[in-house]
Structures are given as C-alpha cells and as structure tokens.
T-cell receptor
Framework: GAGVSQTPSNKVTEKGKYVELRCDPI?????LYWYRQSLGQGPEFLIY????????DSGLPNDRFFAVRPEGSVSTLKIQRTERGDSAVYLC?????????????FGPGTRLLVL | AQRVTQPEKLLSVFKGAPVELKCNYS??????LFWYVQYSRQRLQLLLR??SRESIKGFTADLNKGETSFHLKKPFAQEEDSAMYYC????????????FGQGTTLQVKP
C-alpha cells in the first residue's frame, strides 16, 4: 500500500512569508508526528497527534509554528513569518498507535529553504 | 534530560570487517531504544528495536543499562550496509515521541 506522503517535496520561500507543509499518513494510522531535520543533525521532534488532537506539542520552537489535523488523517504544518533558520527538512511519520511494538513510518520529507 | 549521543559522524570500514556503531543515551526511567537507517535517496526506516531482541540484516543491538548504551553491531559488513544510521529513544510508552542522535554515516568500502 501507499506509504506516508508529503507535499511539496521542495519549497523555497522568502523571509517573512507564510508556508504550509502537508502530510498524508498511512490509512488507518491514528498517530502522526512531525520532525525537523537540520543539516548534519538527526530528526528533532516537533509535535504529535493522536487522532485530531495534539497530544504533545512540546517540540514546537515558538508560536510561529502551528499544526492541525482536523479530521484525524491529513495534517498541515504551518509556519508564519518564516526565518532563514527555519530552513530544514520537515519529516512526517505515522503509526497505528504509540505502544511498544508500534513502528513509525516516515515520509520522504519536505525540504524548506528560506531565502 | 533525555538525550541520545552518537559520538562518530563517520565510520569507514572494509567489506567483511566487523562494524560497531556507538549509541549512548541519557534517561532516568526504562527507555525504549531503536535504530533507524536511511539508505541513499530513500526515506528513514526502522532497522530494529531493543525490545524485540532480533537480528535484522545481520545487525544486532543489546541494551546495556549499566553503561546506558545501545550499540549496533554486525560481524561482517557488506557494501549495501552503507547508509546513515540513527539511534533513537522513546522515553515513555504513552507517547510516540522519538529523540534521535545526530547519526553516523557508515561507509563500507569494497
């Protein structure tokens, strides 16, 4: 079946602009995660959803970042007033649940470049 | 604080040589530990998890709570093992949040 998909694959924007990044999880997966990966670093947790609600948003760096998952499936990560430091690969993952044996399946990522 | 440390950015070995990718963690409770791998031009994927105590593609990893380590080992490296490897920690079974190390690039030379 189809894996996690993310759009766009690449996004170039100017400092101060607003961007939206989309994630389509695997069908039936209730848990959805966003991570950010800067160059030379491992993925860094941003937020995770269980169903429609954000169960843990402790990784969002500041209030310019916001994510939604209104119907418990597709999620959108929104970044306001982008800064050059926001440039990174944004990864989405999904899993059936959060139990010990659950596997997170990752998407290909969206590469964001803020000029 | 929860933290994962992978001290080597790059590990280069010859085909057939043993491999050990180091991972140390900091966590006060009972962690769940994972190794993820990213092959060239592919997405990040789970390689193995400590709780399963399994061998995947010849790789094994043992959780050593005394040394707070979860090193990844393979007795005989293959060229197709060349990839980026990330060690990750899940601090609680109530959340899926993963904390990743910085990653180690494994380069297996012919």
């Amino acid at each position: 079946g189809a894996g996690v998909s993310q759009t766009p694959s690449n996004k170039v924007t100017e400092k101060g602009k607003y961007v939206e990044l989309r994630c389509d999880p695997i069908s039936g997966h209730t848990a959805l995660y966003w991570y950010r990966q800067s160059l030379g670093q491992g993925p860094e947790f941003l937020i995770y959803f269980q169903g429609t609600g954000a169960a843990d948003d402790s990784g969002l760096p500041n209030d310019r970042f916001f994510a939604v998952r209104p119907e418990g499936s597709v999620s959108t990560l929104k970044i306001q007033r982008t800064e050059r430091g926001d440039s990174a690969v944004y990864l989405c993952a999904s899993s059936l649940g959060t139990g010990v044996q659950e596997t997170q399946y990752f998407g290909p990522g969206t590469r964001l470049l803020v000029l | 604080a929860q933290r994962v440390t992978q001290p080597e950015k790059l590990l280069s070995v010859f085909k057939g040589a043993p491999v050990e990718l180091k991972c140390n963690y900091s966590y006060s409770g009972s962690p769940e530990l994972f190794w993820y791998v990213q092959y060239s031009r592919q997405r990040l994927q789970l390689l193995l998890r400590h709780i399963s105590r399994e061998s995947i593609k010849g790789f094994t990893a043992d959780l050593n709570k005394g040394e707070t380590s979860f090193h990844l080992k393979k007795p005989f490296a293959q060229e197709e093992d060349s990839a980026m490897y990330y060690c990750a920690l899940k601090g609680s079974s109530n959340t899926g949040k993963l904390i990743f190390g910085q990653g180690t690039t494994l380069q297996v030379k012919p």
